[in-house]
């Protein structure tokens, strides 16, 4: 292998595939980075096993090959060296580095131990996904997923594929996000669930994008994303996911209407309160406006009144001024996951969800299960 490489191209793709070259693992071979040298580029692949990545960077390429390089070794190098070419040959197992003023020879392994890492994309199979829309479904989503291990399927993000569209869905038991992408292509009706790490990693990783390619290898039970000059691969959660059809509430008995920062700055300023007991953050919904409060033994207590547009199909809960309590954690993420300037609040009782929308988008709602106060 033999080639000239920028040296700013080569440190952004090496500091990606380091992001997923596994330190800790029982193989050493997986703590490495894999440099497969093909006609006019190089590709950059590393792998932890659960999540692949493979970049393609161009490159004056002499001669091809490939070896795989320690990730921690080649990326200080490489990001200490100056934004001039860089040469690069391996003879053996050996990587020779090779810029103005400096060489370098680090001690590599075969590429025949490195796990194989997709490269491309089948445009037979694959789904186009709008950039912009699904990263931002993915934004409004992500946050809901659990961080409890013992359930894997609530760890991740569910993507229900039907005609036109996917659905995103993410849970952890307590509150539920949903929200639409349409497709610009018509599919083929398919679930599954993938880690939130490489969601958050295309998030991260896709900002020059215009467009996603999606594809789903059944047989290996991977899920592809491409983006750019990067192929990203994850492998599948296995599970069940919850049948969140049956939890989305069919109706309501009230909706309220609030502006989105005086709502927010209600719920920090409960949150001051709300920290010294279970976090609990109570809504009383009065005529033309809630009452947030909380209270603490330790600390004292606050009220703030914030005006709502208020409407109600019965009777009894709009003179009696329902009360409801949530966990004011889960309320700070939905708002900031609102893009739109008010927010909507669908409410039945004090022990029934509430469904939280963005008043500018109706393709996402928001589950949070009330806590039970005495």
């Known amino acids: 292998m033999k080639l000239q490489i920028l040296q700013e191209n080569l440190d952004k793709a090496i500091n990606i595939a380091s992001r997923f070259a596994s330190t800790r693992s029982q193989l050493p071979i997986l703590g490495n980075i894999l440099f497969s040298c093909q006609k006019t580029k190089v590709i950059i692949s590393s792998t932890n096993l659960e999540i692949s990545v493979a970049i393609s960077v161009g490159a004056k390429v002499e001669e091809e090959g490939e070896i795989s390089i320690p990730a921690k070794v080649i990326s200080e190098i490489v990001a200490n060296l100056p934004k001039e070419t860089i040469d690069l040959e391996s003879e053996k197992e050996q990587l020779k580095i090779s810029s103005p ?25 694959s789904i186009v996904l709008p950039k912009d829309d699904f990263i931002n479904a993915l ?24 005609k036109d569209e996917l659905n995103l869905v993410a849970t952890d038991g307590f509150r539920l996000s949903q929200c639409k992408v349409k497709l610009p ?8 669930i993938l880690p939130k790490n490489i969601l958050l990693e295309i998030v991260r990783s896709s ?73 609990i953050v109570k809504f ?5 406006s809630i009452k947030v409060s909380a209270e603490s033994g330790s600390s004292g207590s606050q009220d703030t009144k914030v ?7 019965d009777s009894d809960l709009e003179s009696g001024g329902l009360e409801i ?4 954690r889960f309320l700070e993420d939905f708002i900031h996951s609102v893009k739109g300037e008010e927010v909507e609040i669908k409410l039945s009782s004090e022990s029934a969800a509430g469904v ?14 009330p806590v039970k106060v005495q």
């Open 101 to 125: 003023g400096f060489t370098s020879t680090v001690l590599g392994m075969s590429s025949s131990d490195f796990p194989k890492i997709p490269n491309t994309i089948g445009k037979e199979k």
């Open 139 to 162: 934004s409004r989503v992500i946050f809901a997923s659990s961080l409890d291990e013992t359930r894997p399927v609530l760890t991740g993000v569910l993507f229900v594929f039907s």
């Open 185 to 192: 292509d018509a599919t083929e009706n398919f679930k599954l």
């Open 207 to 279: 900002t020059d994008s215009d467009e996603i390619t999606f594809s789903f290898n059944e047989k290996e039970k991977q899920a592809l994303f491409g983006f750019g000059n990067t192929i990203l691969v994850s492998r599948l959660l296995e599970g069940e996911y919850p049948d969140f059809e049956k939890i989305l509430p069919k109706e309501s008995k009230m909706s309220v209407r609030l502006d989105k920062e005086e709502l927010l700055r209600a719920v920090k300023l409960s949150s001051v309160f709300a920290r010294d007991s279970a976090n």
């Open 284 to 288: 009383k919904i009065l005529k033309e």
């Open 307 to 313: 005006d709502a547009k208020i409407e109600s199909r």
């Open 325 to 328: 309590a949530f966990n004011y």
């Open 356 to 369: 939280f929308k963005d008043s500018g988008e109706v393709d996402y709602l928001h589950l949070i299960m």
